[in-house]
């Protein structure tokens, strides 16, 4: 957002950079005059062609490089660190000359060049604590990086389109990577599936490095986790670099913490898209699905622990999970192979019966199977009467009361687009915006400022209806609930039941004890109401785990609550808000969540904060007697 403490106008980066003269001075200015001629983030094919032409003078590549490297690195003249200012350029006042170098950077290539485009462009999008907020400049390299050379650019657009902070940041490294698919006739999907780097990892999803009696190995070692570890002449792990490294080896150790630190990135960014294809209806030709998905070094740690279907030469899919190089069903029989041309789809419960979830999610739990996204547990949400009869909107998840600093960062984490709330420009009416079926659908959720006390940075907001939109073209056409794909409908749903639940004040567990009454009402409500879809999908995996803890004999699930026997009373446990009551007045006993509570070793089936949290306050509950915090046994003793 805008600061208003901002600097005055005169920021900006250094524009005359410290160049080595490899390029004659009139050269130089035939490809200075050639570049200011761009008036646009993408240009024709004409300009395209003559600077190509232009870079093949000695020289002229390395001009543009340094250029570009200089203006990543050079400090921001008059403008205090972790400030927004607007209307400040890369270059003095000159847009042209901007975007024409970033462009010639891109289609000169080069790693080093990779990386300095992305530095700049960040600079430009504010996705640095130094930076200037120019959005045509940063559009220009956003459409640049599209056209680079290599997977290295795709991977840096998609860690952009987390970091940039500017509006429609994201739209610009969409339209970016479309254009790039487009000139390679295939689809955005397949372009971003094939230009996963693998960084250098071997099949197994790692490599290693020799330093004398030293060997440092980076690996993948699950879907969520990429590590860096050294072995020493005697064979023992260390997670900390050895002092002879460090002293011996500091410039491969600082190469091999960034190449970490990117492999990390990547997995990342592919557990995001590969969940983003539970909305879609896509397939694969089971040898391209092999190439892709499964054999790829990183794309593979995501890919062996979800549950795929297959088509058989009977027309009927099965579903199985690539083992140690065998498709493993439910039953964990191994699956015939199936021909090189055979169909692969990604597993969504909502094609399933209700058994085959249940076995699936038996299979995923006896077998520790840690998964990246929620797959066997994943929610699914079906069109009620309510929203047939209101036809064009949903109001399953209105009326809620949540903490919109972190509804609106939570949007930006699921990949929602949205406006901000307060009184300015489009700030009236929230419209948050999630794309699905690889941008095919939009579901749309409406939010307003429920704080009166702060018109302009609201700490509360409600939420109102969920409406559809479909893709025609460049526009969106108002589409009735029921012409929804059911997958796009439940995976839109899904997300929003995650805002509501993780932002509403109901999840604090501290409301009551602080004398405001004006949504009371709604806070007790929400959080002893009836169970959520995301909610029901938690009561499952209790009903899994409990029995492998130690106070499965003082635990049960009733309805809508864990009920755990403590020594002193018994508990009951919302497992929507992990809200507590105690028997036998119902008297509510809050518990603030800590750090240091965790369930401890405890096989989780699929990354939950409210799972662990109710997990860690049954674990403290069931050893009531245990308890040495003051203010939890004054509740428990009825002293409040």
């Given at each position: 957002m805008p600061n208003d403490n901002a600097p005055q106008d005169g920021a900006s980066l250094d524009a005359a950079p410290p160049l080595a003269d490899t390029l004659p001075l009139a050269d130089a200015k035939a490809l200075d005059a050639h570049l200011t001629r761009l008036q646009a983030p993408r240009p024709g094919r004409r300009w395209r062609d003559r600077t190509l032409e232009l870079l093949q003078i000695p020289g002229a590549r390395d001009h543009v490089r340094r250029q570009v490297r200089h203006w990543a690195a050079a400090p921001v003249a008059g403008l205090e660190r972790g400030h927004v200012h607007h209307g400040d350029v890369l270059m003095g006042d000159d847009h042209a000359a901007g975007r024409g170098y970033l462009w010639a950077a891109a289609l000169a290539g080069g790693e080093d060049t990779l990386g300095d485009l992305v530095a700049v462009v960040r600079r430009l999008g504010y996705a640095t604590d130094e930076g200037i907020w120019d959005i045509a400049l940063a559009n220009a390299g956003i459409n640049a990086l599209g056209a680079f050379p290599g997977p290295g650019a795709l991977d840096a657009l998609r860690g952009l389109e987390r970091e940039l902070r500017y509006p429609g940041a994201r739209k610009q490294v969409q339209n970016a990577i479309e254009a790039a698919a487009g000139r390679q006739g295939i689809t955005p999907g397949q372009l971003l599936e094939r230009a996963v780097p693998d960084h250098g990892l071997g099949a197994s999803g790692s490599l290693a490095r020799e330093?004398?009696?030293?060997?440092?190995?980076?690996?993948?070692?699950?879907?969520?986790?990429?590590?860096?570890?050294?072995?020493?002449?005697?064979?023992?792990?260390?997670?900390?670099?050895?002092?002879?490294?460090?002293?011996?080896?500091?410039?491969?150790?600082?190469?091999?913490?960034?190449?970490?630190?990117?492999?990390?990135?990547?997995?990342?960014?592919?557990?995001?898209?590969?969940?983003?294809?539970?909305?879609?209806?896509?397939?694969?030709?089971?040898?391209?699905?092999?190439?892709?998905?499964?054999?790829?070094?990183?794309?593979?740690?995501?890919?062996?622990?979800?549950?795929?279907?297959?088509?058989?030469a009977d027309?009927?899919?099965?579903?199985?999970?690539?083992?140690?190089?065998?498709?493993?069903?439910?039953?964990?029989?191994?699956?015939?192979?199936?021909?090189?041309?055979?169909?692969?789809?990604?597993?969504?419960?909502?094609?399933?019966?209700?058994?085959?979830?249940?076995?699936?999610?038996?299979?995923?739990?006896?077998?520790?199977?840690?998964?990246?996204?929620?797959?066997?547990?994943?929610?699914?949400?079906?069109?009620?009467?309510?929203?047939?009869?209101?036809?064009?909107?949903?109001?399953?998840?209105?009326?809620?009361?949540?903490?919109?600093?972190?509804?609106?960062?939570?949007?930006?984490?699921?990949?929602?687009?949205?406006?901000?709330?307060?009184?300015?420009?489009d700030g009236l009416e929230g419209r948050?915006?999630?794309?699905?079926?690889?941008?095919?659908?939009?579901?749309?959720?409406?939010?307003?400022?429920?704080?009166?006390?702060?018109?302009?940075?609201?700490?509360?907001?409600?939420?109102?209806?969920?409406?559809?939109?479909?893709?025609?073209?460049?526009?969106?056409?108002?589409?009735?609930?029921?012409?929804?794909?059911?997958?796009?409908?439940?995976?839109?749903?899904?997300?929003?039941?995650?805002?509501?639940?993780?932002?509403?004040?109901?999840?604090?567990?501290?409301?009551?004890?602080?004398?405001?009454?004006?949504?009371?009402?709604?806070?007790?409500?929400?959080?002893?109401?009836?169970?959520?879809?995301?909610?029901?999908?938690?009561?499952?995996?209790?009903?899994?785990?409990?029995?492998?803890?130690?106070?499965?004999?003082?635990?049960?699930?009733?309805?809508?609550?864990?009920?755990?026997?403590?020594?002193?009373?018994?508990?009951?446990?919302?497992?929507?808000?992990?809200?507590?009551?105690?028997?036998?007045?119902?008297?509510?006993?809050?518990i603030v969540p800590s750090a240091r509570r965790s369930p401890g070793r405890v096989f989780l089936p699929f990354e939950d904060e409210r799972l662990s949290l109710i997990l860690s306050k049954a674990l403290l509950l069931a050893a009531d007697s245990t308890i040495t915090d003051e203010t939890i046994i004054r509740q428990i003793k009825g002293d409040r």
């Open positions: 330093f004398g009696e030293h060997q440092a190995v980076l690996e993948i070692a699950d879907p969520m986790t990429a590590r860096l570890i050294y072995v020493g002449s005697e064979g023992r792990a260390l997670r900390t670099v050895p002092a002879a490294l460090k002293a011996g080896h500091p410039e491969q150790i600082r190469e091999l913490k960034a190449l970490a630190k990117a492999v990390r990135g990547t997995l990342a960014a592919e557990r995001a898209r590969v969940e983003g294809l539970m909305s879609a209806d896509r397939s694969w030709p089971y040898a391209e699905w092999c190439r892709y998905y499964r054999d790829h070094p990183v794309t593979g740690a995501i890919a062996r622990n979800l549950i795929w279907e297959f088509e058989g027309g009927v899919w099965r579903a199985a999970t690539p083992g140690d190089g065998v498709l493993v069903t439910v039953g964990g029989d191994a699956l015939s192979v199936p021909a090189a041309g055979a169909r692969v789809r990604l597993w969504h419960p909502l094609r399933a019966t209700a058994p085959q979830v249940r076995a699936w999610r038996a299979f995923v739990t006896d077998n520790e199977m840690r998964q990246p996204f929620k797959q066997a547990f994943r929610e699914i949400y079906l069109l009620t009467p309510a929203e047939e009869a209101t036809a064009a909107y949903s109001n399953r998840f209105a009326a809620h009361v949540v903490r919109y600093p972190r509804l609106y960062a939570l949007f930006k984490a699921r990949g929602w687009r949205s406006n901000f709330l307060g009184r300015h420009h948050a915006k999630g794309t699905f079926a690889e941008g095919a659908w939009q579901a749309v959720l409406f939010h307003e400022n429920a704080d009166e006390e702060a018109p302009h940075r609201p700490e509360y907001a409600t939420t109102d209806q969920v409406r559809f939109e479909r893709r025609e073209g460049s526009r969106w056409r108002a589409t009735p609930v029921a012409e929804v794909p059911q997958v796009v409908f439940s995976e839109a749903m899904r997300d929003v039941d995650l805002f509501v639940g993780v932002t509403s004040i109901a999840a604090d567990p501290e409301w009551s004890d602080r004398g405001e009454d004006r949504y009371e009402a709604y806070w007790r409500r929400a959080t002893f109401g009836d169970l959520t879809a995301n909610a029901e999908v938690r009561r499952d995996a209790l009903a899994r785990i409990l029995p492998r803890t130690r106070i499965a004999g003082r635990c049960s699930i009733e309805g809508r609550y864990l009920v755990v026997r403590g020594d002193l009373r018994t508990y009951k446990i919302h497992l929507g808000s992990a809200g507590i009551l105690m028997e036998p007045d119902d008297a509510y006993l809050c």
